[in-house]
């Protein structure tokens, strides 16, 4: 058969529903192929969104998500979005067709080494120069992609060898299972433990990853040991059920104090990824002792480095640590993170202040939504709020991009959560400037019939980086611009919109929308004057490369 028809069958073979990507010339045998699989593929109007559906739809099913674009400018627009998805250890497959291979040895149309462009933003990046290497090429590449830590693969695909012919199969798929630490590391862990006069434990994305929520918030309630999260670990432990869980951590300077860092002797990190809350933040001086279990050793860090090392199966590994423990090991005190947040949205919660404050705005949307139901979370301004302020109860029900932290993901995303997860309800939380970078998507979720509701913070600014710019210069720089009106721009697509036009009004449009079966675009007017409060309730702001 020919490589293109032997990929399609390897796709199958590793349980692929979508691919997520735009025709070209040169990926033409893949699409033709792609007719007679019982993959479906979604046509999307820009690659980055592409790269993106996937990078969400891998994010919460713990799957590869697959992006695939043609040579050149289409390859090239998928970088982004598989850039986020390898620094938020999201597993993705990008695929791209190329020229044929007798014309990579010089310059020619379209023409870019891929391969190089992509190593330095994937786990693994290679070029199918063999139609009898492709059971081998995408076994290797899913098997690296989804494998702790994953992240993002991609493969270049020249099109004569995907023309070519092979007697090939696919091969069987095979995951590698994690282990149990070793015995004496886990009992010296237990021994650090009982010795610390005020241990806290740092909740990161691998929790999630692992599926450990249950033997995490097991082994917290038996030692009675409080909790803080990362933005990406939010709802690993119920938040409004479990005074243990202190909120989010690694928005604020100040979360070295209000997290508990300053206070505590001893930092459990629990499927802590280094990306989302840099140890320098909390650990300046060097002086915690650190527990880290994960599924892969720490990173060395002059301030990450760990006494003990738990690595393998982190709920397994949780489990053995809380067998050694006797019940109730310590007595946590209260938390000013955890205090001021829950004082704070009750100050708001009957706020009718127009255009509408941050907190009233989270207020709504989590009233309005169910516990189950997910938010996509978009970067800039409101997504401070939301890491803060929006209560997860359940993990993989905020999505927030942190690692990469990159702009326009919330609204392609939010597709991508709406065809992995078809009967929740799913939220696209946006600015308006990220809004306007991927919103043709619109289109694609209209076609493919993922009803989604896209909530978009209006401030008409870059509203972040004015944030910052006025703290630290006292002015603002070339932020501002102007924006379509959003609810006849909804409209042009066939989707609803809808115009907040004083604060009552946000609640039930958010209820209806999320009843609707079809896209729904609300356009919320925010005051970010607000921001200078939680900097001066909560600290000092910190920069996502920072975070």
Known sequence: MKAANLFIQ???????????????????????ALLDSNIQFITCRHEQGAA??????????????????TLGPGATNLVTGVADANMDNSPVVAIAGQAATTRLHKESHQVVDLVSLFKPITKY?????????????????????QAEKPGAVFIDFPE???????????????????????????EKAAQLIQKAKSPLILVGNGV????????????????????????????????YHNPLSVGTAGLQKGDYENGGFAESDLVICVGFDMVEYHPHLWNPNREHTIIHIDTSPAEVDYSYIADVELIGNIGRNLNALTDQLPQN???????????????EMQRCSHSDAFPMKPQKIIWDLRTAMHHEDIAICDVGAHKMWMARFFRSELPNTCIISNGFASMGIAVPGAIGAKLAFPNKAVVAVTGDAGFMMNSQEIETALRCETPIVVLIWNDSQYGLINWKQKRRFGRSAYIDFNNPDFVQYAQSFGATGVRIKQASELYPALKKALKNNTVTIIDCPVDYSENNRLTELLGNVISDSES
């Open 125 to 145: 990046a290679t070029q199918l120069l063999e139609p009898e290497t492709v059971p081998e090429v995408v076994r290797k590449a899913f098997k690296l992609a």
């Open 52 to 69: 993106f559906m996937a990078d969400v739809y891998g994010r919460l099913t713990g799957k590869a998500g697959v992006c695939l674009s």
């Open 208 to 239: 999630v990853r692992s599926h450990a929520s249950r033997q995490l918030e097991q082994f917290a309630n038996h030692c009675q040991i409080p909790l803080v999260n990362t933005f990406m670990a939010k709802g690993s432990v119920p938040h």
């Open 10 to 32: 390897c796709l199958e073979n590793e349980k692929v529903d979508f691919v997520f990507g735009i025709p070209g010339e040169e990926n033409m045998d893949m699409m033709d």
């Open 329 to 343: 090991t310590h007595q946590p005190k209260p938390f000013p993170l955890r205090e001021a947040m829950i004082e």
């Open 160 to 186: 004569n060898i995907s023309e070519m012919t092979t007697p090939e199969q696919p091969l069987p798929v095979v995951q590698p299972r994690l282990t149990l630490a070793d015995t004496k590391l886990i």
